[in-house]
């Protein structure tokens, strides 16, 4: 329970480092996983789940830390940062420097300590608290849904990752009733496995061939990424 999860994304991160290219993986995804696992490590100080939760938190965290860095070194040429044409306030996620994701991160556990001193004791508190938690880790498959929508391919997005989504979260759901885990995990992960399996749907009737030519023009690329160098 605490090793495997993150496993899943392994073959992932080899795919992409094989084919030097993050094409078809959404880097939402990991933004995703880091938020909610750094939220879900407050939320165990205050009501004490599994340990064996918490390390798979912990071991998640330093992964998609991992993952993360990969795709932004290997990020596609079309890719928001490079061309200048993201739609984001303040360009959330899309940022074109990994220290600028890390400055975020340590922002975020920076204010979430200081509200945890604050509200620590309050019961309500913690309780919202898991739900953030487990409530953001459960829109985990949401991005990569968007992106093969828009795609209309899931290409470049390994089979592998998406059969640990759907077989680990069917384990999660079974075992969290099992094991009696607090209300949050198991509403969540309910919630988690009816997304896999809408991707699963998305893999059979759109397959896994390349994605559509873009419609903007070479030169107009080529164009936009001088501009972004000066």
């Given amino acids: 329970m605490a090793v495997v999860p993150p496993l899943v994304y392994a073959d992932q991160t080899i795919s992409i480092i094989r084919k030097k290219d993050s094409t078809g993986f959404s880097r939402d995804v990991c933004g995703v996983l880091l ?20 390390i798979q938190s912990i071991l998640m965290i330093f992964a998609q830390l991992a993952l993360l860095f990969i795709c932004l070194y290997y990020r596609p040429r079309l890719s928001p940062e490079n061309i200048g044409v993201s739609s984001r306030p303040y360009s ?7 220290a600028q994701h890390i400055e975020f991160l340590a922002g975020l556990i920076l204010v979430q ?8 004791r309050s019961e309500i508190f913690i309780t919202g608290l898991g739900f953030v938690a487990l409530g953001l ?17 899931l ?12 077989g680990g979260d069917s384990y999660k759901v079974v075992y969290f009733f099992l094991q009696q885990s607090p209300i949050q995990f198991k509403v969540c992960a309910i919630f988690q496995l009816s997304i896999d399996c809408a991707i699963v749907a998305q893999r059979i009737y759109y397959g896994n061939k390349p994605p559509a030519t873009s419609l903007i023009e070479e030169d107009d690329i080529e164009q936009a990424l001088a501009l972004a160098e000066e």
């Fill in 113 to 120: 300590t200081i509200i945890f001193l604050i509200f620590g």
């Fill in 155 to 166: 290409y470049g997005f390994r089979a592998s990752t998406l059969l640990g989504w759907f």
């Fill in 35 to 54: 938020i909610a696992n750094i939220t879900r490590c407050f939320f165990w100080l205050g009501d004490r789940f599994e340990f064996a939760l918490l």
């Fill in 92 to 98: 959330f996620w899309q940022w074109p420097t990994y």
């Fill in 137 to 153: 880790e459960s829109t985990l498959p949401i991005p990569q849904f968007i992106s093969n929508y828009k795609q209309k391919s």
